[in-house]
């Protein structure tokens, strides 16, 4: 019986890509605001937006809408839900704070507050994490889906998120043409970031795979859901080939033969972000299906 | 002074013949839509012709002690009393179905038309008004004893503390109220 | 049980709401403090007028449970079982709960319907419907003979009526589905005791059942009793083609070749008497014929039973030995449709064994084992001023109980599955259909159809467009069971004797009547109106009369016990000899086997075509005939557990490359259909076993229609030499991939 549609599949997406275009963001711009500004701003102005629309879906998915405020005039600490949906609404305020901050113009009147700005960036950071691991942890965190209930689904997720971000920062300046002038220093700190994040991802799916498979007969049934049938084509067309083999392939053959070429550059972004989709969707799906106990 | 009650189950699987009594006698009795179940029974097949035979596992919300649906419950709808009945207040659910992904034993449904999540509520209406619950009363074969656990003299009490129950799920540590009779 | 204290729910919340907070803190998974014992667990729970009413139950139609139906805030909410019935004891099976909600089925009929010549059904009024039929009855009567009309239903409570009804016309033929179901059983048991006899399960110590499957064809009783026996120690063997739902709480599957159970029971019989296990001064005081059936039955050894059903030698000795060790507290089960009902061509033989078998470890009318039940004997109509009509000077027109045709089978029943040939040769002209559905529930319904569609005038009387309503020129909506009030009756009768009723729990919600105004009303149109004078309570009260019973105290209660109880000890039988019969007389001058005596099936599958399987059926608990198909509750089961399957051997059909789940072409020389199959160690290899109650064809039917198929499209019509009972066990099928 599936509960959660592909709105939750969405919602964790689009969480994952903002988070992940917050970390990216502040990452370098720590390293290197100057160099990398395009990364920076991009990452900015992405951050708020696709969480927006996830939540709005994530709404939609309740069978009750219009009571969804319970969740924010309530705080349960046990509940990863309820625990994510403050974090959610925080990070949600922060990144509009930081998107107006990496404004051209400053309307917020801050560039001399220098420690506000410190303040700003550190709950950015801070929040950001937290949501990235926070769309892992709310699946992990059930021992009643074997699928989910593995300490490596939030590492996974995590590392998706912030590829994700990567891979939507890359795709929005790439049809933007916004800095194109002046991209080879950053152009070359995302290839190499993104080589790292899905080198990062495989090793993390080969622990998942062989994980669950020698693990518990229930686990081991659950990867079997995902591996095969209905399932099985989407994993491993749809998140290992497309979504992590080729843009891995890609991005080492990029950063080896020191090639540009922004339609490259332009497909490989957007197969990191079907794969981020593909992998959750296939995750969401398959995990409801799943049984811990077995009949 | 005696403890105040604290219902559980014994389901004897080794006289159930899976008719599903319980299951349309719980139906009407909790004004279900037509696919919505808070029983069901399960079946097992086990050795090969001509030795073989068969188990049916009558399944449902187990009223955990250490209940998961009560923990994710974001908004404290789903929640524990302390007569051992896992309850839903369904004026505070707004239908995420978290907690119906987090129970191990699929227990939970939710009501399409009302938008809440419910399910077994061990019939506690009739409970209180010292009836037994739908499931225990229609039951031809005696599969399933309900009772008082804190009452050391009753029926429930004796079998649970007894080396022939098992609970489902033992190392989920969800610590049910209802004890399995398997063998 | 533990739980006899009551607890007022006041008293019950402040005890409990001190601990709430403490352990929801102490499990550390309630931080916001809504934890308050008085929430509703949901809506519903809201305060309603509620109303419990007693009546009886009609999901099966056969057993007629003892129920207390709710009503809640003006709607029917939900049924429990009378605590005080013999029958079912406060429970109720999954199609009691199920079949009230077919009072709010939308494809019930909802007006009486008139079929036009274009084949479609057009609202007529009652009156006019009434008119229309006597006019045309009238017509056929006129121009061939009374006994060219036939009425065809299962044996309810109400059964008296339409004998009434046949008998005034002046036709013998009021016909059960008998002769489709139970009738070998009955007929060899009055052969052999005189009388259909009980099983006094609950005390028995040795249960066997051989074929029959109380946990699915549920009598809530005979489950529960088995449940009680086994607790207290009671062995239960199984002898059955398939691990039924019985064998599943069994001590002992014996995975039976089908049709040679006979071969089985006749070897257990020739243990017991050839190391004089037997109840010796039973048999000299009570049986006639032992020597010639000792005689009979020497040639049956386990070593020669063996090989025709596949049971090992060994097996039959000990299950023989321990079943008469037993003695009297042992029984086999007296069965019902599985084994022996109407299955095979020697099921009136092995009924005939089970009967002796009984007889032979001298368990009748002793504690834990067959006694025949008490049967109170209610008023009649004559007593109050409406005289009987006389009972027709004429042969049933199927042969029942006539000699040189089938002259074992009975009046009462006559041979359901006739009818159709009988119309076909013009023997019958006009017929009355009340609730039953020959077209779907008879063997081969193309020719089932070919005959009732000859019948120059076809009535059905039910609540929903069943095939054979589909095909009547007229469609009169009968009130369903809890829209109307009913005849007393005595069907609870067992041990004790009891009465009980049918009564109105709801207001019709149609333009429907009870069948006692339908008949009234044709009645009149028929010149036979003095014999239907009467109302329902007029009636109930004359039948109540013996008892001292008023009809409203038997309203209130549902159930009354009356008379006596049953008593351990012999009672004389009602057959010829007034003993129980090992050689039958009667059966020899009928030209039919006196004893018991070895006779292979009709027809056996090829063992060397891997392809070739014998046709089983049976019954899942959650449906009743074709009646229940059609619930939108019950086929949502049927779907959910993927009930709607063909079972079969795993070895073979992996011979035949088949996995779990797969659709399969099933033929036979008269029928073809595709079925899921479910793979199982649990069925002998020789056969598929097909749950019997799909394959609804009926269009009006519109949850069952097309759902699954049926065991009746693969099988020929048969008539079996003794009661011309179905043999609907005797098909051979092709099965292959689809």
């Given at each position: 019986?599936?509960?959660?549609?592909?709105?939750?599949?969405?919602?964790?997406?689009?969480?994952?890509?903002?988070?992940?275009?917050?970390?990216?963001s502040?990452?370098?711009?720590f390293?290197n605001?100057?160099?990398?500004?395009?990364?920076?701003?991009?990452?900015?102005?992405?951050?708020?937006f696709?969480?927006?629309?996830?939540?709005?879906?994530?709404?939609?998915?309740?069978?009750?809408?219009?009571?969804?405020?319970?969740?924010?005039t309530?705080f349960?600490?046990?509940?990863?839900?309820?625990v994510?949906a403050?974090?959610?609404?925080?990070?949600?305020?922060?990144?509009?704070?930081y998107?107006?901050?990496?404004?051209?113009?400053?309307?917020?009147?801050?560039?001399?507050m220098?420690?506000?700005?410190?303040?700003?960036?550190?709950a950015?950071?801070?929040?950001?994490t937290?949501v990235?691991?926070?769309?892992?942890?709310?699946?992990?965190?059930?021992?009643a889906?074997?699928?989910?209930?593995?300490?490596?689904?939030?590492?996974?997720?995590?590392?998706?998120?912030?590829?994700?971000?990567l891979?939507?920062i890359?795709l929005v300046?790439?049809?933007?043409?916004?800095?194109?002038?002046?991209?080879?220093?950053?152009?070359?700190?995302?290839?190499?970031?993104?080589?790292?994040?899905?080198?990062?991802?495989?090793?993390?799916?080969?622990?998942?795979?062989v994980?669950?498979?020698?693990?518990?007969?229930?686990?081991a049934?659950?990867l079997?859901?995902?591996?095969?049938?209905?399932?099985?084509?989407l994993?491993?067309?749809?998140?290992?080939?497309?979504?992590?083999?080729?843009?891995?392939?890609?991005?080492?053959?990029?950063?080896?033969?020191?090639?540009?070429?922004?339609?490259?550059?332009?497909?490989?972004?957007?197969?990191a972000?079907?794969?981020?989709y593909?992998?959750?969707?296939?995750?969401?799906?398959?995990?409801?299906?799943?049984?811990?106990?077995?009949? | 002074?005696?403890?105040?009650?604290k219902?559980?189950?014994?389901?004897?699987?080794?006289?159930?013949?899976?008719?599903f009594?319980?299951v349309?006698?719980?139906?009407?009795?909790?004004?279900?839509?037509?696919?919505?179940?808070?029983?069901?029974?399960?079946?097992?097949?086990?050795?090969?012709f001509?030795?073989?035979?068969?188990?049916?596992?009558p399944?449902?919300?187990?009223?955990?002690?250490?209940?998961?649906?009560?923990?994710?419950?974001p908004?404290?709808?789903?929640?524990?009393?302390?007569?051992?009945?896992?309850?839903i207040d369904?004026?505070?659910?707004?239908?995420?179905?978290?907690?119906?992904?987090?129970c191990?034993?699929?227990?939970?449904?939710?009501?399409?038309?009302?938008?809440?999540?419910h399910?077994?509520?061990?019939?506690?209406?009739?409970?209180?008004?010292?009836?037994?619950?739908?499931?225990?009363?229609?039951c031809?074969?005696?599969?399933?004893?309900?009772?008082?656990?804190?009452?050391?003299?009753?029926?429930?009490?004796?079998?649970?503390?007894?080396?022939?129950?098992?609970?489902?799920?033992?190392?989920?540590?969800?610590?049910?109220?209802?004890?399995?009779?398997?063998? | 049980?533990?739980?006899d204290?009551?607890?007022?729910?006041?008293?019950?919340?402040?005890?409990?709401?001190g601990?709430?907070?403490a352990?929801?803190?102490?499990?550390?998974?309630?931080?916001?403090?809504?934890?308050?014992?008085?929430?509703?667990?949901?809506?519903?729970?809201?305060?309603?007028d509620?109303?419990?009413?007693?009546?009886?139950?009609?999901?099966?139609?056969a057993?007629?449970?003892?129920?207390y139906?709710?009503?809640?805030?003006?709607?029917?909410?939900?049924?429990?079982?009378?605590?005080?019935?013999?029958?079912?004891?406060?429970?109720?099976?999954?199609?009691?709960?199920?079949?009230?909600?077919?009072?709010?089925?939308?494809?019930?009929?909802?007006?009486?319907?008139?079929?036009?010549?274009?084949?479609?059904?057009?609202?007529?009024?009652?009156?006019?419907?009434?008119?229309?039929i006597?006019?045309?009855?009238?017509?056929?009567?006129?121009?061939?003979?009374?006994?060219?009309?036939?009425?065809?239903?299962?044996?309810m409570?109400?059964?008296?009526?339409?004998?009434?009804?046949?008998?005034?016309?002046?036709?013998?033929?009021?016909?059960?589905?008998?002769?489709?179901?139970?009738?070998?059983r009955?007929a060899?048991?009055?052969?052999?005791i005189?009388g259909l006899?009980?099983?006094?399960?609950k005390?028995?110590?040795?249960?066997?059942?051989?074929?029959?499957?109380?946990?699915?064809?549920?009598?809530?009783?005979?489950?529960?009793?088995?449940?009680e026996?086994?607790?207290?120690?009671?062995?239960?063997?199984?002898?059955?083609?398939?691990?039924?739902?019985?064998?599943?709480?069994?001590?002992?599957?014996?995975?039976?070749?089908?049709?040679?159970?006979?071969?089985?029971?006749?070897?257990m019989?020739?243990v017991?008497?050839?190391?004089?296990?037997?109840?010796?001064?039973?048999i000299?005081?009570?049986?006639?014929?032992?020597?010639?059936?000792?005689?009979?039955?020497?040639?049956?050894?386990?070593?020669?039973?063996?090989?025709?059903?596949?049971?090992?030698?060994?097996a039959?000795?000990r299950?023989?030995?321990?079943?008469?060790?037993?003695?009297?507290?042992?029984?086999?089960?007296?069965?019902?449709?599985?084994?022996?009902?109407?299955?095979?061509?020697?099921?009136?033989?092995?009924?005939?064994?089970v009967?002796?078998?009984?007889?032979?470890?001298?368990?009748?009318?002793?504690?834990?084992?067959?006694?025949?039940?008490?049967?109170?004997?209610?008023g009649?109509?004559e007593?109050?001023?409406?005289?009987?009509?006389?009972?027709?000077?004429?042969?049933?027109?199927?042969?029942?109980?006539?000699?040189?045709?089938?002259?074992?089978?009975?009046y009462?029943?006559?041979?359901?599955?006739?009818?159709?040939?009988?119309?076909?040769?013009?023997?019958?002209?006009?017929?009355?259909?009340?609730?039953?559905?020959?077209?779907?529930?008879?063997?081969?319904?193309?020719?089932?159809?070919?005959?009732?569609?000859?019948?120059?005038?076809?009535v059905?009387?039910?609540?929903?467009?069943?095939e054979?309503?589909?095909?009547?020129?007229?469609?009169?909506?009968?009130?369903?069971?809890?829209?109307?009030?009913?005849?007393?009756?005595?069907v609870?009768?067992?041990?004790?004797?009891?009465?009980?009723?049918?009564?109105?729990v709801?207001?019709?919600?149609?333009?429907?009547?009870?069948?006692?105004?339908?008949?009234?009303?044709?009645?009149?149109?028929?010149?036979?109106?003095?014999?239907?004078?009467?109302?329902?309570?007029?009636?109930?009260?004359?039948?109540?009369?013996?008892f001292?019973?008023?009809?409203?105290?038997?309203k209130k209660?549902?159930?009354?016990?009356?008379?006596t109880?049953?008593?351990?000890?012999?009672?004389?039988?009602?057959?010829?000899?007034?003993?129980?019969?090992?050689?039958?007389?009667q059966?020899?001058?009928?030209?039919?086997?006196?004893?018991?005596?070895?006779?292979?099936?009709?027809?056996?599958?090829?063992?060397?075509?891997?392809?070739?399987?014998?046709?089983?059926?049976?019954?899942?608990?959650?449906?009743?005939?074709s009646?229940?198909a059609?619930?939108?509750?019950?086929?949502?089961?049927?779907?959910?557990?993927?009930?709607?399957?063909?079972?079969?051997?795993?070895?073979?059909a992996?011979?035949?490359?088949?996995?779990?789940?797969?659709?399969?072409?099933?033929?036979s020389?008269?029928?073809?259909?595709?079925v899921?199959?479910?793979?199982?160690?649990?069925?002998?290899?020789?056969?598929?076993w097909?749950?019997?109650?799909?394959?609804?064809?009926?269009?009006?039917?519109?949850?069952?229609?097309?759902k699954?198929?049926n065991?009746?499209?693969?099988?020929?019509?048969?008539?079996?030499?003794?009661?011309?009972?179905?043999?609907s066990?005797?098909?051979?099928?092709?099965?292959?991939?689809?």
């Amino acid at each position: 019986m599936i509960y959660w549609s592909h709105y939750i599949t969405f919602y964790l997406f689009s969480a994952g890509i903002s988070a992940g275009a917050m970390i990216v963001s502040l990452t370098s711009g720590f390293i290197n605001r100057n160099k990398y500004e395009r990364i920076v701003r991009m990452g900015a102005y992405i951050a708020p937006f696709p969480i927006m629309a996830g939540m709005a879906l994530l709404i939609v998915d309740l069978e009750r809408p219009q009571m969804f405020w319970l969740l924010l005039t309530t705080f349960k600490y046990s509940s990863i839900m309820s625990v994510g949906a403050w974090i959610i609404s925080l990070f949600s305020i922060v990144s509009i704070l930081y998107f107006m901050l990496n404004l051209p113009k400053d309307y917020l009147r801050l560039s001399s507050m220098a420690r506000a700005i410190t303040m700003i960036k550190s709950a950015g950071f801070v929040l950001s994490t937290s949501v990235a691991l926070y769309t892992g942890l709310l699946l992990s965190t059930l021992a009643a889906r074997p699928l989910w209930n593995t300490p490596i689904i939030p590492v996974l997720l995590f590392i998706s998120a912030v590829l994700d971000g990567l891979a939507a920062i890359s795709l929005v300046l790439l049809l933007t043409q916004i800095g194109r002038k002046d991209a080879s220093a950053s152009d070359k700190f995302m290839h190499t970031v993104d080589f790292m994040l899905l080198y990062l991802l495989s090793l993390a799916t080969v622990v998942f795979l062989v994980g669950m498979g020698r693990s518990t007969q229930s686990a081991a049934s659950a990867l079997g859901i995902v591996m095969s049938g209905r399932f099985g084509a989407l994993f491993w067309f749809g998140f290992v080939a497309a979504g992590v083999a080729i843009p891995l392939i890609a991005a080492a053959y990029r950063l080896l033969m020191k090639r540009q070429g922004q339609w490259f550059d332009f497909i490989t972004a957007s197969l990191a972000l079907m794969g981020g989709y593909i992998l959750r969707s296939v995750i969401i799906e398959a995990g409801q299906t799943a049984q811990a106990v077995l009949y | 002074m005696t403890k105040s009650p604290k219902w559980a189950m014994i389901i004897d699987t080794t006289k159930c013949v899976g008719c599903f009594a319980c299951v349309a006698a719980c139906h009407n009795q909790n004004d279900l839509e037509l696919t919505e179940h808070f029983n069901r029974v399960e079946e097992q097949e086990f050795g090969t012709f001509p030795n073989f035979s068969r188990r049916f596992v009558p399944m449902q919300c187990q009223h955990c002690d250490n209940p998961p649906c009560v923990g994710v419950c974001p908004t404290g709808a789903s929640y524990k009393r302390t007569d051992g009945v896992v309850a839903i207040d369904a004026q505070r659910c707004i239908g995420c179905k978290y907690c119906i992904l987090s129970c191990p034993y699929n227990a939970r449904t939710i009501n399409r038309a009302h938008g809440y999540v419910h399910k077994c509520s061990f019939c506690i209406s009739l409970v209180e008004s010292g009836s037994m619950p739908a499931c225990v009363s229609t039951c031809p074969t005696g599969v399933r004893i309900f009772g008082d656990i804190n009452d050391p003299g009753s029926e429930v009490a004796k079998l649970a503390h007894s080396k022939k129950t098992s609970r489902i799920g033992k190392d989920l540590n969800t610590m049910p109220s209802i004890y399995y009779i398997i063998e | 049980m533990s739980f006899d204290k009551k607890i007022t729910r006041r008293a019950f919340i402040k005890t409990a709401a001190g601990g709430t907070l403490a352990a929801g803190l102490a499990a550390g998974t309630v931080s916001c403090g809504v934890n308050n014992e008085k929430r509703a667990a949901s809506p519903t729970e809201a305060a309603a007028d509620i109303k419990k009413i007693p009546t009886q139950c009609q999901g099966c139609g056969a057993n007629r449970c003892g129920i207390y139906a709710y009503v809640k805030n003006g709607r029917l909410w939900k049924v429990e079982g009378n605590p005080r019935t013999y029958n079912n004891a406060g429970t109720v099976c999954p199609r009691g709960h199920a079949y009230i909600k077919e009072l709010y089925n939308p494809d019930r009929i909802k007006q009486p319907l008139k079929r036009t010549p274009e084949g479609k059904y057009e609202p007529i009024s009652w009156e006019k419907a009434i008119e229309e039929i006597s006019t045309k009855l009238n017509l056929i009567i006129m121009d061939n003979s009374p006994q060219s009309v036939f009425w065809i239903q299962y044996p309810m409570a109400n059964i008296p009526l339409a004998f009434r009804f046949m008998h005034a016309l002046g036709s013998p033929n009021t016909i059960t589905h008998g002769a489709t179901c139970f009738t070998a059983r009955n007929a060899a048991f009055n052969a052999t005791i005189g009388g259909l006899p009980d099983n006094d399960l609950k005390n028995s110590r040795y249960i066997i059942c051989v074929g029959r499957n109380p946990a699915a064809g549920v009598k809530l009783q005979q489950i529960k009793d088995i449940a009680e026996a086994k607790r207290q120690g009671a062995r239960l063997i199984v002898l059955d083609p398939r691990h039924s739902e019985t064998a599943a709480i069994a001590d002992e599957w014996l995975a039976v070749r089908p049709a040679s159970d006979l071969a089985f029971l006749l070897a257990m019989l020739n243990v017991i008497i050839e190391e004089g296990l037997y109840d010796h001064q039973f048999i000299d005081d009570h049986t006639i014929g032992f020597d010639r059936l000792r005689d009979e039955i020497a040639t049956y050894p386990p070593e020669w039973a063996e090989k025709l059903c596949d049971i090992p030698k060994e097996a039959i000795y000990r299950v023989a030995r321990e079943f008469a060790s037993y003695k009297p507290r042992a029984l086999i089960h007296r069965g019902y449709h599985g084994g022996y009902g109407a299955g095979y061509l020697n099921s009136f033989q092995t009924a005939r064994t089970v009967a002796i078998l009984n007889a032979v470890i001298g368990n009748y009318e002793r504690v834990g084992g067959l006694f025949l039940p008490l049967k109170p004997t209610l008023g009649e109509l004559e007593k109050g001023g409406h005289p009987a009509p006389n009972i027709p000077e004429v042969e049933k027109a199927d042969g029942a109980g006539v000699p040189g045709r089938y002259p074992a089978a009975s009046y009462s029943d006559g041979i359901a599955h006739a009818v159709p040939e009988l119309a076909l040769a013009g023997k019958l002209k006009a017929g009355f259909v009340y609730h039953m559905n020959p077209v779907r529930t008879n063997p081969n319904p193309e020719r089932v159809i070919a005959g009732y569609r000859k019948l120059e005038l076809l009535v059905t009387i039910d609540c929903v467009m069943s095939e054979t309503a589909a095909l009547s020129h007229y469609v009169l909506p009968e009130s369903f069971f809890l829209e109307r009030d009913d005849h007393v009756d005595t069907v609870h009768s067992g041990k004790v004797a009891e009465l009980t009723v049918v009564q109105q729990v709801v207001k019709p919600m149609y333009d429907t009547k009870p069948l006692l105004d339908i008949i009234t009303g044709l009645s009149k149109g028929l010149g036979i109106g003095k014999y239907f004078n009467f109302t329902m309570d007029e009636l109930n009260a004359l039948r109540l009369k013996p008892f001292g019973v008023t009809l409203e105290e038997l309203k209130k209660e549902g159930v009354i016990e009356v008379g006596t109880r049953w008593e351990e000890g012999f009672k004389a039988c009602k057959t010829p000899s007034g003993k129980v019969e090992f050689y039958s007389e009667q059966l020899s001058q009928w030209g039919l086997d006196p004893m018991p005596r070895w006779q292979a099936p009709l027809v056996s599958p090829d063992p060397n075509d891997k392809h070739s399987f014998r046709l089983l059926h049976g019954k899942q608990a959650i449906h009743t005939h074709s009646m229940t198909a059609n619930n939108p509750f019950l086929m949502q089961l049927s779907i959910r557990y993927d009930m709607i399957r063909l079972w079969i051997n795993r070895r073979r059909a992996e011979a035949i490359n088949l996995k779990d789940g797969d659709t399969v072409l099933v033929e036979s020389d008269i029928g073809k259909g595709l079925v899921r199959v479910r793979l199982t160690e649990g069925l002998h290899p020789s056969a598929v076993w097909m749950p019997s109650g799909y394959g609804i064809f009926s269009k009006y039917l519109t949850t069952a229609y097309g759902k699954g198929i049926n065991y009746n499209d693969f099988l020929n019509t048969l008539f079996d030499p003794a009661v011309g009972h179905v043999m609907s066990n005797e098909i051979i099928v092709k099965v292959a991939k689809a």
